[in-house]
């Protein structure tokens, strides 16, 4: 997760979210009753955008998206992804 401030004050919040349960719904895990909990875009409308990374599983998972993110080869290295 990545905070940051804006010129006008205001923050904004990068969430990689690998396994699509921040965005818009989640399965509940806890309480021990079944059912889904809202994702930020339910919570906060208009003001979450969401982008991902393959459109092609977005629109399989029938997952609406804002964009998407295109990163080619050759704009990443080892140490990017390097533990």
């Given at each position: ?29 806890t309480g021990g ?30 997952v609406p998206v ?13 140490d990017d992804i390097?533990?």
């Open positions: 997760m990545r905070w940051v401030t804006l010129g006008n004050g205001k923050v904004v919040t990068l969430v990689f979210d690998m396994h699509n349960e921040y965005g818009w719904k989640a399965l509940k895990e009753t079944r059912g889904e909990v809202k994702g930020l875009r339910y919570l906060f409308g208009s003001q979450v955008a969401i982008f991902t990374l393959d459109p092609e599983s977005s629109r399989t998972r029938q804002d964009g998407s993110v295109v990163i080619s080869l050759d704009q990443i290295t080892v390097a533990c």
